[in-house]
């Protein structure tokens, strides 16, 4: 590289003998390419940009001129000139081909000022982009594939998941990855992370494997992952509405640890999932299940559809509680809707879904459910209302749980 400059050709950074001294009005934009007053690296632009700047690649950009991870510690934008065209390939370097970590350089909170990344093309190496704790990044108009390990992650530079808050992934796909997808877990304690009109297909692992508190799924396609389409791992008020999930977890990458498969698994508190399509068939095969609730609390689905799982709609488990299916609201061409309801208290609408009350204690005053007949006169299920510590059914039975 002969030298660094502006997008004006003023240089930037480290000048060459045949340009003037760098204009420190310039110092914030650095270009990147294979013409002389470019920088040939995107690491060596970021080195010389201040906090707060920009890095444009160009469809020039060669990625043999990288020593890979680029790690981005001052909060830079890195622009590409479009997804199709420029392209960061880090090969078979064994190394993630972007790492962000927090900023040192301008002396705050590392959550005032945002790390970006977009309109790249990223692939090859280990993790596509590398989120480290306590940093925040925005993403977006990315393609990432054909990495050996997850397509974005939140995790240390060690592989451990740390803190990290607000992470926004707009319009990022994700396709043929070796690991997940997306993979922002619970322990990370991704807050608020922001998913939207996301891609994740045909990756070996998860489509989207995400924990923390708040974490949003909006729009997307989740397809032909090797194993969940979404996974809401251990966390809370976590959210998905308006996605397309199909085929996920289908007989072609099935193994000897291969749970069953779902599009959406649940495993946390206040998971919500609305006005989803579920697709169980899939290229390699079927679905088990639409959605898989594995010690959800107080979760629900709300006006999906479902067509195509081996087993049906929705599962249940032993650990989950409170979890609303909303019958009414959902449209099931599955041959079998609940395939299991092994949970406690499980609802529809609001209501207890009929189950022996003489072992299930209401939430509240008013609480509703319906016995399924083992504690009725009639023998046969009757609705009940929970007050002073017993079900009262309508046909006047008295049930007090034991």
């Not at 003037?20 to 970021?46: C, K, L, N, R």
Request: charged share 20%; proline share 3%; hydrophobic share 30%.
């Amino acid at each position: 590289m002969a030298g660094g400059a502006g997008l004006l050709g003023v240089a930037g950074g480290t000048a060459n003998a045949a340009s003037s001294q760098p204009d420190p009005s310039f110092e914030t934009e650095q270009v990147v390419g294979d013409e002389d007053w470019m920088y040939d690296s995107i690491q060596a632009a970021h080195d010389d940009v201040d906090s707060g700047g920009r890095i444009y690649v160009t469809e020039s950009y060669d990625s043999a001129n990288e020593s890979f991870p680029i790690v981005l510690s001052n909060h830079v934008n890195v622009t590409g000139a479009h997804r199709g065209s420029t392209v960061v390939d880090a090969g078979d370097s064994g190394e993630n081909v972007f790492e962000i970590r927090e900023g040192i350089d301008d002396g705050q909170r590392p959550y005032t000022l945002t790390h970006a990344i977009q309109n790249l093309h990223v692939e090859g190496g280990e993790i596509g982009v590398l989120i480290s704790p306590e940093t925040s990044a925005t993403i977006q108009h990315l393609v990432v594939r054909n990495t050996n390990s997850h397509g974005v992650a939140s995790l240390d530079q060690k592989g451990n998941s740390g803190v990290s808050f607000m992470n926004y992934l707009h319009n990022v796909h994700v396709f043929t990855v070796g690991g997940n997808g997306f993979h922002l877990p619970f322990s990370g304690v991704n807050h608020a992370s922001r998913l939207q009109f996301c891609v994740a297909w045909d990756n070996d692992g998860i489509g989207a494997n995400v924990g923390g508190y708040g974490t949003h799924i909006a729009g997307g396609v989740y397809q032909g992952n090797g194993h969940h389409g979404i996974r809401f791992a251990p966390g809370a008020n976590q959210f998905v509405r308006d996605a397309y999930l199909e085929g996920n977890g289908d007989d072609q990458r099935a193994n000897e640890d291969h749970e069953y498969s779902a599009d959406v698994q649940i495993h946390n508190t206040q998971a919500s999932i609305e006005n989803c399509y579920f697709q169980g068939a899939g290229a390699g095969g079927r679905t088990e299940r639409g959605v898989d609730f594995k010690g959800g609390i107080n979760s629900h689905v709300r006006n999906c559809l479902f067509r195509n799982h081996r087993e049906g709609a929705v599962y249940v488990d032993e650990n989950s509680t409170q979890c609303d299916l909303h019958m009414e609201s959902n449209i099931n061409w599955d041959d079998t809707y609940v395939i299991a309801d092994n949970g406690d208290r499980t609802r529809s609408e609001g209501e207890i879904l009929p189950t022996d009350l003489s072992s299930t204690p209401g939430q509240y005053v008013h609480d509703s459910g319906y016995d399924d007949g083992t504690n009725t006169s009639s023998g046969h299920p009757e609705q009940a209302v929970w007050y002073d510590g017993a079900w009262y059914t309508w046909g006047g039975d008295v049930i007090r749980p034991t």
